[in-house]
């Protein structure tokens, strides 16, 4: 597959790898092994494994051989292969058995190490894509604030208008990793946050001495204006004919949700959950949930991932009713052929505190 064919992410896989290539080799040549062994671990645990494979899965398993899975296939065999070049010097006999199993070739040892392909290197792709991941990460933290699970969909997000001719196109990202309907882009977030300005005493403290209590009275009532001036740096006060300049690390910004929300903000990035769970948007969450156990019983049971199955379950009426909409969602997340509610069930489990058995049969060919 030619690199122009490649998926967004697959660029940025290449791009992080190249850049991971770059470093590496100017830290061994500075002799800074410490920071060649950090490079290569981030880049293995969070851009390969955390990120990229896990979010390709789909097209991992997609039972067409089109362009799309080829492409994930090679990038992860290229960069697969590669990152045993980057490992050999440091783990030379795990990184010669991975690279003898991937290849056929004799010996990682005796292949060049890798050279940097600066044609590769894309910082427009990273921006969008690390944009995306931070916002997730934010996400996710903001979900657990809140005690609401990853697995019970929420209606909307909302983010600022700023980010939308930046990651508007990938944002279907954002909303399967954080399990939500709907984004929402805004230029004015302050309807769903409260946010309190005020003196850092710890640092402030020292530089205002004696007019410390007139700097806390502005930041008390500071306008949009001087905001923007503060964030930039360029903010200038006097108080008793004497002058200050104002940086961020002088000012406590808190910034408080409003009823039905939950505010995550972080390196001027800020994501706002709409807490408010409809009895849909429940319901879906308990199948989801469903879904989840009857899958963990498919593993316990030793079913192949390709089995059918049919599934049986005893409940009481409310958990049976709650699901009835979403039975052949569940049906085909699980690859049942029947779900069939019985009377009793021995094995039972905690589903969203209901109480329900579950059973399951392989469908023989």
């Known amino acids: ?64 051989l089109n362009i799309s899975k080829k492409s994930v296939y090679q990038t992860t065999y290229q960069v697969l292969v590669g990152i045993c070049k980057l490992l050999a010097p440091i783990s030379p006999y795990t990184a010669d058995v991975i690279y003898r199993n991937l290849t056929g070739e004799v010996s990682v040892h005796l292949a060049d190490y890798p050279k940097v392909d600066e044609s590769m290197i894309n910082d427009a792709i990273e921006e969008r894509m690390d944009l995306v991941i931070s916002l997730i990460s934010m996400g996710r933290n903001s979900r657990e604030e809140a005690k609401i699970k990853v ?33 929402v882009y805004m230029e004015d977030l302050s309807e769903y946050m409260n946010i309190e300005y005020k003196p850092n005493f710890k640092v402030a403290g020292k530089l205002f001495g004696k ?56 390196n001027n990035n800020v994501i706002i959950l709409n807490t408010e ?21 498919r593993k316990s049971n030793g079913f192949d991932i390709a089995d059918r199955i049919n599934i049986y379950y005893s409940s009481n009426d409310s958990y049976s009713m709650n ?5 052949e969602f569940i049906r085909e997340e699980t ?31």
């Not at 849909?280 to 963990?296: H, P, V």
């Not at 049942?336 to 060919?365: C, H, P």
């Open 151 to 183: 697995r019970q969909p929420i209606q909307n997000i909302i983010l600022d208008k700023k980010n939308e001719t930046i990651i508007g196109d990938i944002d279907q990202l954002i909303k399967e990793e954080l399990n939500v309907k709907e984004i």
């Open 323 to 327: 699901i009835k909409d979403y039975l």
């Open 277 to 297: 769970l409809s009895q849909n948007l429940l319901n879906e969450g308990l199948a989801r949930e469903t879904i989840s156990k009857i899958q963990n019983l």
């Open 335 to 365: 690859l049942a052929i029947n779900i069939e509610r019985v009377s009793e069930v021995e094995d039972v489990t905690d589903i969203n505190e209901y109480k329900v058995g579950i059973r399951l049969e392989k469908v023989e060919k």
């Open 1 to 64: 597959v030619e690199y122009e064919d490649l998926e967004e992410i697959d660029k940025w896989l290449l791009s992080k790898y190249n850049k991971l290539i770059k470093n590496m080799t100017e830290e061994f040549n500075n002799y800074d092994l410490n920071k060649v062994v950090h490079y290569l671990n981030d880049f293995v645990n969070e851009d390969l494994s955390n990120w990229y494979i896990r979010r390709n899965r789909r097209r991992f398993w997609g039972s067409d």
């Open 211 to 266: 007019d410390i209590k007139d700097f806390g009275n502005y930041l008390a009532s500071i306008n949009e204006e001087d905001i923007k001036l503060l964030e930039s740096g360029n903010l200038v006060l006097t108080f008793n004919d004497t002058e200050y300049r104002v940086t961020s690390d002088l000012v406590d910004k808190r910034i408080n949700s409003k009823e039905g929300y939950n505010v995550a903000v972080e």
